[in-house]
């Protein structure tokens, strides 16, 4: 006779639970299909692009699209296809790279400072709250002006304002999380601080942290280009969108893809990642969920 084993089927992950909750969610799939499109692009761009972002055709300055050029040629004969496929490294590297050093900083003082409570609180909240009385842009364009043009003093000017977001965040996340059974249960049984804020109360404070963290991403790629536009970002003979889109701006009427490439490139990545975040918000607030349900 023959012994039947029942083997339990298994189950999904909380990172294939919220991929699904994602997936469901239309816009916030057609966001995350428009991402990775364009990381792949700029990842492939020396593969992708029909020329190098700096060759120039003397013979072909500012002419419109045609078979070789498909977008055109800029003002020093480069193909702006190329350029506008290479732009989309600076832009997500720009986006990506500040937003991480803006949400290590936010999350490591939001999370210090709603743990530990007190003076530690107090200070941490004062010195946030006098960031915020600053205009994000004109306290990013001072800092880029006094630091010099250039991509990393935009990331540092950007990640010096970014973590206040984060921090009054992840603080108001702590506060509630650090009351609750198993926080009490951690403490009694004799565990170090750090381990209970790292192991414990960090981990259940990351659900609003990833939708902040989607939605920042496409605020810092606007930002940058900004920036570039106003010719405190990346600098010549860099491809970037945004300064791509301020030289093409004097060249409306002779070439439009010129500035209209661009700034259509940055508009999609914007939406994508909003759409991207608002569905990752619908998926891990559970008060959305159950209103969902309600209305069924």
């Known amino acids: 006779m023959t012994d039947l084993v029942t083997i339990a089927p298994l189950r999904p992950s909380g990172a294939m639970l919220v991929l699904r909750a994602v997936v469901r969610h239309r816009l916030a799939a057609c966001g995350l299909i428009v991402i990775l499109l364009f990381c792949a692009m700029a990842a492939l761009a020396p593969w992708i692009a029909p020329y190098s972002p700096y060759e120039q055709d003397l013979y072909a300055v500012l002419s419109g699209p ?30 990506i790279g500040s937003t991480a050093l803006s949400a290590a900083l936010g999350i490591a003082l939001g999370l210090v400072a709603g743990f530990r409570g007190g003076w530690v609180d107090g200070l941490i909240m004062r010195v946030t709250d006098a960031f915020l009385c600053f205009p994000p842009l004109i306290f990013i364009l001072a800092t880029s002006a006094a630091l010099g043009p250039g991509l990393h003093n935009v990331v540092l000017s950007f990640a010096l304002f970014g973590w206040t977001g984060f921090a009054r965040i992840t603080r108001g996340q702590v506060l509630v999380v650090r009351e609750l059974p198993y926080i009490e249960a951690a403490r009694a049984s004799g565990l170090a601080p ?11 404070t990351l659900a609003p942290l990833i939708v902040a963290v989607t939605i920042t991403v496409g605020l810092a790629i606007l930002v940058e280009s900004g920036v570039s536009f106003l010719g405190l970002g990346v600098q010549p003979p860099t491809a970037s969108w945004g300064k791509e889109l301020r030289v093409g701006f004097t060249y409306l009427e002779t070439v439009p893809l010129f500035s209209i490439a661009p700034g259509l490139m940055i508009t999609l990545v914007v939406i994508a990642f909003n759409f991207l975040g608002d569905g990752l918000r619908d998926a891990l607030d559970p008060r959305l969920k159950a209103a969902g349900k309600v209305r069924k």
């Not at 750090?194 to 259940?204: D, E, G, K, Q, W």
């Open 194 to 204: 750090r381990r209970i804020m790292l192991a414990h109360v960090l981990p259940n």
């Open 66 to 95: 045609s078979a070789a050029h498909w977008f055109g040629t800029d003002n020093l004969g480069r193909d702006l296809f190329s350029r506008t496929i290479y732009g989309a490294r600076v832009s997500l590297l720009f986006g």
